[in-house]
């Protein structure tokens, strides 16, 4: 048996030696445990006397920013709450207990402080869970229990979607007043060291303030911590699917402007594109909080955009009036004629077609009547009455002929030419009945027939022409309005737009910080300088 195990007293006094050991300091961590707990209550303040106040270190490190609900103005956090303070009943002498530093307690075990959550929305005001605490032989002890919150924060919308949110935890003791118990801050930040980024939050500040507080119930003062966020929402997600369509919608207003005033479809864009306004303006409720406190930045576009469009129906509906007026039903005013004709066209830069011919044949016509007038006169001197007959008959053939080509000219000239050649009058703005038919010329019976039918065919073309001249002029008339409304309609939408869009702080400064209340200096009892209000 020896030759098989020579090695057995060796390995027999390792193993005696190590659970003699183990069990040395499993007795000395029970022994310590013992003395330790034996007559401890946790109902009493750990201090000697009991005119000192019990000094506790809070802080927060943050796990997760679960969630930012606007519409029930809460915010959801995953930390860890630090909190640290010193018991002079659980100190002890390391040396005497085998070099134990360290010892594990039951947090129920032990007095702690009764530090709750003064804005919850929701659920626990406390740490739920029941975890160890870490008791350092000098008696300070370290409480790290992990906790969800649900902390209530006022939502301002105003600005949204390019908004920021000061948000806040407001931890403070429930039944310890600032003279039995003073708390103060363990850092002057919220630790970020394993935080986990949120999609549509980002924070930019997280400080924690210390804060003094009077309530109506008692007339001792409290004392709180509060630990901000400053929360920028990445608006990224919101204009693709909310900003750049309204933009969109706004400027596609101005395409109503182009269509003619014949097509019916001009109305029917307009209402098209009010009713998509209104299906974007039905989804803003489900995404931000109902209040009546301000209305939101993409809520006022939307309204005024819906504005634009409907001042555009109204005056889309007054160009369609204009576009369809005769001169049976209406009658142009002067002053209409002398703005819409002649004065605002030269500012938007549109013309007539019509000017431009009758500029191009204006030198034309009046060479072209002075040579008619002299050569005219010149043959019917040399001719008798039956061949001036002949004449004129074939030179209102030539008449009519020209009627479709230069329907104006052609008339006005035609009658110039006709009062020279027989020293006949006739009233210009007059209908084909209103005229006065000339004088009959000696001759046939029929000749003079024939002359009398064609004055009437020639008045009644002209009051046929004047009449459709006032037609295009009303249409024209039309046109000009569009055209300003294209341009008035243009500049509002492009001023409205950049406005809104530089009209959120968020993008060119930040005043969130100065929301934060200032601090005063205040001195503790062992002479650490802290902040508080008071």
Known sequence: MDQKCPHRELLMAILAHYFIWGGDGSKSAERLYDKLITNYSALYRPVEKDTDKVVVYLGMDLSQLVDIDEQNEMMVTSVWLKQQWRDHKLVWDPQEYEGIEWMKFEIDQIWYPDLVLYNTAEGSYAVELISRATVRYDGVVKWNPPAIFRSSCNIDIEHFPFDVQLCYMKFGAWTHDGSVMELLPIDGQVGRKDYRENGEWEIQDNPAKRYEEKYACCQDIFIDIKFFFVLKRNPLFYVITLVIPCILIAFLT????????????????????????????????????????????????????????????????????????????????????????????????????????????????????????????KVLATMDEDATVGIRSNFNKELLKNTDSAPRNALLGADLRDQHMFGHTAALDGGACNREKPPAPHGSIAGDELVSAQYDIVGMLRESYLRGQMEEEWTYVGLVIDRLLLYLFSISVFVGTVYICILPPSLWQDDVHNQIPKETVHAVPNGTVVSGTS
């Not at 409720?285 to 939307?302: A, E």
């Open 254 to 377: 101005l395409s109503v402007f182009f269509i003619s005033s014949d097509a019916q479809e001009k109305i029917t864009l307009s209402i098209s594109v009010l009713l998509a306004l209104i299906v974007f303006l039905l989804l803003i409720p489900s995404i931000v909080p109902p209040t009546s406190k301000t209305i939101p930045l993409i809520v006022k576009y939307l309204l005024f955009t819906m504005g634009t469009v409907a001042v555009s129906i109204v005056s889309t509906v007054f160009t369609i009036n204009l576009h369809f007026r005769t001169s049976l039903s209406h009658q142009m005013p002067r002053w209409l004629r002398r703005i819409f004709l002649e004065v605002l066209p030269k500012f938007l830069l549109i013309e007539r077609p019509q000017v431009i011919e009758e500029r191009k044949e204006k030198h034309h016509r009046k060479q072209m009547q002075k040579e008619d007038q002299i050569g005219v006169r």
